[in-house]
């Protein structure tokens, strides 16, 4: 009985030894071929590989510190490795998932370095636009400080210009109509203020910018209304003051126009906005010829109100709290644009107005306007050389003649090469006039005065002895002209 129940027992445990023994033999198969040849499987671990996959674990754990190091050990062990590119990207991907303002100056510099790099790699646009998203995210409200706004704008136009064919360039767009509606907003507010301090030429500076270079801006219509009215006003402020009436007529004019053409522009690209109406009264007044808008304007102006949403009264409260602006009304549709006009300052305002009255004038002539006349013909003789100090020495004077004085109309003088001839008369330190010396090659007459005989003859005796000229004083006062030649 006993034999027959170990019998049994056995039998049971034969097949399941003969299991194990089986599966044991095929684990040992499966381990041996692994050892024999490792890189044969798909699945093999590479060390430069090991070491990324560690580092972006650490990133979803929020270990930046450890990432970056780890990344950093990667890139310095293996610098021909194919995850370098990567590694140096995701440096740059640490510092900007930790935030605050100097990690993301820090993964500025990253992003740069990357694009420096491998500037033609696809990852180069990717970090283009986490550049810009950085200014965009410090970008702060229109009244306040606009330089990570304008970084902002800087940034995300270099990527439309310089990888015009990523597929991030939609977004680029979208982020830079929001940026150029806070400039523009801030630009508006400028001008506004130059208006109610009556400084009109320089709010038509402003806002003669504003509108060519923010054509989306949601108020483009309040701006370019604002521009006629400063205009008109400037025209007004002329009327009132006293000046010539042909001068005063032609820069009423000018500013009057330039109003037309603002209230125009209203009409014709922004036909459906609130401001039409008061564009068209304002042409009416001016008693101006009124445009009518093409049907493609009346659409694109359509497609840009549709497109804005107004904020709602949590999103203002939260607006007002904050920091950030509010780019509930920037628009979703249409080109921004990505290259700057000209701008306009307050003196071109004032250049622009005097050009005016310097144009070509109408059939008829006008008295007050400014010609200039141009010499036709042969070509102008050489210029003569330049007279100089001792050039009197060398050159004949009138009336002298051998050394003797001869009579002439005029008295004249002995010639002095070291002196410059005046139409004054020589004076001593007392005031009293000074005669010329005698000729030394004359003869002296005998008289106990001791004066020229021939010299006196020769004199008209209705002469006025301060009539006699003496280059003392010229010298005297001409010497800084003359000495430099």
């Given amino acids: ?44 671990k590479q060390p430069d590989k090991v070491l990324f996959d560690r580092a972006m674990d650490a990133m979803k754990h929020n270990r930046f510190d450890v990432a970056r190091m780890t990344l950093q050990t990667l890139i310095n062990t293996y610098p ?25 100056a820090q993964a500025e510099i990253e992003y740069k370095d990357f694009i420096t790099f491998f500037p033609n790699m696809p990852e180069a646009a990717e970090a283009q636009l986490k550049i810009a998203n950085i200014h965009y995210q410090e ?63 320089a709010a038509i500076a402003r806002l003669k910018s504003l509108v060519d270079k923010y054509p989306l801006y949601s108020q483009s219509d309040d701006a370019l209304f604002l521009l006629g009215q400063s205009y008109e006003a400037e025209a007004n402020m002329i009327r009132g003051r006293q000046m010539d009436e042909t001068i005063k007529t032609k820069l009423i004019d000018n500013f009057n126009n330039k109003a037309a053409e603002a209230y125009d522009r209203i009409l014709t690209r922004y036909p459906l906005e ?40 949590y999103g203002h409260f939260k607006t007002g709290l904050g920091k950030h602006p509010s780019i509930a009304m920037a628009s979703k549709v249409g080109e921004p644009v990505l290259v700057d006009p000209t701008p306009m300052s307050a003196t071109d305002v004032t250049k622009e107005a005097v050009g005016a009255l310097v144009s070509k004038p109408a059939v008829g002539g006008d008295n007050n306007s400014v010609a200039v006349e141009t010499v036709s013909g042969s070509t102008p003789p050489p210029s003569e050389e330049v007279p100089r100090s001792n050039a009197a020495a060398n050159t004949p004077q009138p009336g002298v003649s051998g050394g003797e ?80 030649f």
């Fill in 80 to 104: 021909d490795s194919e995850f370098v590119a990567r590694a140096k990207l995701a440096i740059g991907d640490s510092w900007y998932a930790e935030g605050g303002s100097a990690s993301l």
């Fill in 139 to 201: 970008m702060e409200k229109p009244d306040r400080d606009y330089t990570h706004a304008m970084r902002a704008e800087e940034e995300y136009r270099a990527l439309i210009l310089q990888f015009p064919d990523s597929k991030l360039v939609p977004e680029a767009k979208q982020r830079l109509r929001e940026v150029q509606e806070v400039l523009a907003e801030r630009e508006y507010n400028i001008g506004h203020f130059y208006y109610m301090r009556q400084s009109y030429p």
């Fill in 274 to 313: 609130d401001r039409a109406a008061d564009a068209r009264a304002r042409l009416e007044a001016l008693k101006k010829p009124i445009p009518k808008a093409t049907q493609a304007a009346i659409a694109e102006n359509k497609a840009e109100m549709a497109s804005r949403t107004e904020e709602t009264m």
């Fill in 405 to 484: 004085l001869q009579p002439t109309a005029q008295p004249s003088t002995p010639v002095d090469s070291n002196e410059l001839k005046v139409d004054q008369p020589a004076t001593d330190q007392t005031g009293a006039t000074v005669q010329p010396p005698a000729q030394i090659n004359e003869i002296q007459a005998a008289g106990t005065d001791g004066t020229n005989s021939a010299s006196s003859s020769s004199t008209p005796a209705n002469t006025d002895p301060s009539e006699t000229s003496s280059s003392k004083p010229k010298k005297k006062k001409g010497i800084h002209k003359i000495i430099p």
């Fill in 1 to 44: 009985m006993v034999l027959d129940f170990a019998g049994k027992s056995l039998a049971r445990r034969v097949p399941i030894v003969l299991m194990l023994g089986m599966l044991f033999a095929i684990t040992v198969a499966c381990t041996n071929k692994k050892v024999n040849n490792p890189l044969s499987n798909v699945g093999s």
